[in-house]
């Protein structure tokens, strides 16, 4: 399993899918699922730019995840995304259910993608919701980075406001070279 990490508009969905499609892996797009399975309240949190609950968010990765056939490759965009999300996962990976090659982390400033997200136009790239997403980031899954290393994870970072080709290269790098 390869994690991808970074705020709103760093670029992970667009190099999630890059990578899958070079190396065959599986894509599980965190944002897509809950797009896909929230509906009331949950979809206008989600709106707004603020996190699903810990537990329903477990339970639909886990199934998910049972969904697929096993020892394939997976690369997660969004998740996790707090630490007891990590928690539960460390505790699949220590169970023998998955194993953990790498977190990438996508670094980028606020400024550099607000500007890539407004003109993207999903309905939650609206001025307010992307400053909670940035806020809820800094509050609830940057300390997941520090989390991570301590658990034993290669957390690298990868400068992402560059070009979509140059961070793809990095990556493929990193990965070629384990
Ligand atoms: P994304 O498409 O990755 O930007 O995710 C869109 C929205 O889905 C986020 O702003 C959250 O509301 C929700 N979401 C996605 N992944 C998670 C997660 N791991 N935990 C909680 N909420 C999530």
């Known amino acids: ?80 995304r707090t630490i007891p999300q990590a928690e539960w ?18 670094v980028a400033s606020r400024e550099a993608v607000k500007q890539r997200l407004l003109q993207r136009g999903r309905i939650d790239d609206k001025e307010a919701a992307i400053e909670a997403r940035f806020d809820e980031y800094e509050r609830s899954t940057a300390p997941l980075l520090t989390w991570l290393s301590e658990h034993g994870i290669d957390v690298l970072n990868i400068n992402a406001e560059r070009s979509v080709e140059a961070v793809n290269d990095e990556m493929v790098k990193h990965l070629n070279a384990r």
């Open 89 to 106: 996962l460390m505790g699949q990976v220590k169970a023998g259910r998955f194993s953990l090659r790498t977190a990438f982390h996508l």
């Open 1 to 80: 399993m390869i994690l991808l990490m970074g705020i709103a508009g760093s670029g992970k969905g667009t190099q999630g899918k890059m990578l899958a499609d070079q190396h065959n892996f599986h894509l599980i797009s965190m944002g897509e699922v809950l797009r896909m399975y929230v509906t009331g309240q949950q979809r206008e949190r989600m709106l707004a730019g603020e996190l699903l609950d810990d537990q329903e968010i477990i339970a639909i990765v886990d199934r998910v995840l049972s969904s697929l056939p096993d020892s394939e490759e997976v690369i997660m965009d969004g998740f996790p």
